[in-house]
């Protein structure tokens, strides 16, 4: 490895950890590194509705610069749609949508999709004659999986998270993913781990060290499945996590990614 100066172990107990200026030269870049990056709260600033996210305008280029470096091992993996990112980024990177339902194996290549399990269209008929879909709290119908964010009226969490779990209790193709104010069903077995573990099992991700970075509870699968595969995670913001890493926000995300395009050999 490089650029090493000291490992930010994620330890809590650490002084200074959170706010540590030396975090994002301390993060570790392996010389041969694939890198997994969720989208909101990690590339971009989480808004208060999924379209009202702002791209900065030097972005696009960082992800470009990242992925050379990495000899094309970039990858983002979200929550989100493919398509969603790519009208966000106009730069068709290798990806991960929907929690890995949806997926292009290298930057170009098609979509493939997962089918989505019957049961999404028993769930989404159920919402559709739910009376709580007002106000702050809507319904984001990405075909394969159906999502209810609440960030707009936080207050109503417990509402929505009751409401989702009854509805689907009688459904066990689908399991439930909570994130930072939403709640998603999607079918069973797809995550962002085993969105991980596909990539890197062909070029150009296979035999290199996977680094996940992301801000969500979702997220964690990325991490431990990078770092099962000798790799590490990075975890944006506060709140618990399995990575070994920690950053305090999007800005260092950015910050880390520049260090990683000089300091990567692809
Ligand atoms: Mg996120």
């Known amino acids: 490895m490089t650029g090493v100066s000291a490992w930010s172990r994620n330890d809590p107990t650490r002084a200074g950890y959170r706010h540590g200026p030396c975090l994002v030269t301390a993060l570790p870049i392996p010389e041969r590194a694939a890198l997994f990056l969720d989208f909101d709260g990690t590339l971009v600033d989480i808004a208060d509705r999924p379209d009202g996210v702002s791209v900065a305008p030097g972005l696009p280029d960082l992800i470009r610069a990242a992925s050379s470096a990495a000899g094309g091992a970039l990858a983002v993996v979200s929550g ?3 398509m969603e990112i790519d009208d966000f980024l106009a730069l068709p990177v290798a990806a991960a949508g929907m ?3 949806e997926r292009r194996s290298a930057p170009g290549a098609d979509i493939e999709f997962a089918p989505p399990p019957d049961a999404i269209d028993e769930l989404r008929q159920r919402l559709s004659a739910w009376d709580g879909l007002t106000g702050g709290v809507t319904m984001e119908d990405k075909g394969a999986g159906l ?3 609440y960030r707009a009226d936080p207050a109503r969490e417990t509402e929505v998270k009751t409401a989702m779990a009854g509805f689907t209790a009688d459904l066990p193709d689908l399991h439930l993913i909570h994130g930072k104010m939403v709640v998603e069903a999607k079918g069973t ?3 962002k781990g085993a969105a991980v573990d596909a990539f890197l099992t ?3 991700f296979v035999d290199r060290t ?3 970075i992301g801000d969500d509870t979702t997220d964690e ?3 431990r499945a990078a770092q099962s595969a000798g790799g590490f995670g990075v975890k944006v913001g506060d709140g618990p996590s399995c990575a070994f890493h920690r950053v305090p ?3 260092a995300v950015h910050a880390y990614l520049d260090a990683f395009s000089k300091g990567a050999r692809p």
Do not use: Q, T, W
């Open 147 to 149: 999502a209810i964010h």
């Open 221 to 223: 699968d990325g991490m």
């Open 189 to 191: 077995g797809f995550d």
């Open 80 to 82: 989100r749609k493919i």
């Open 249 to 251: 926000d999007v800005a």
């Open 210 to 212: 996977p680094i996940f």
């Open 99 to 101: 929690h890995g339902l």
């Open 202 to 204: 062909h070029p150009p």
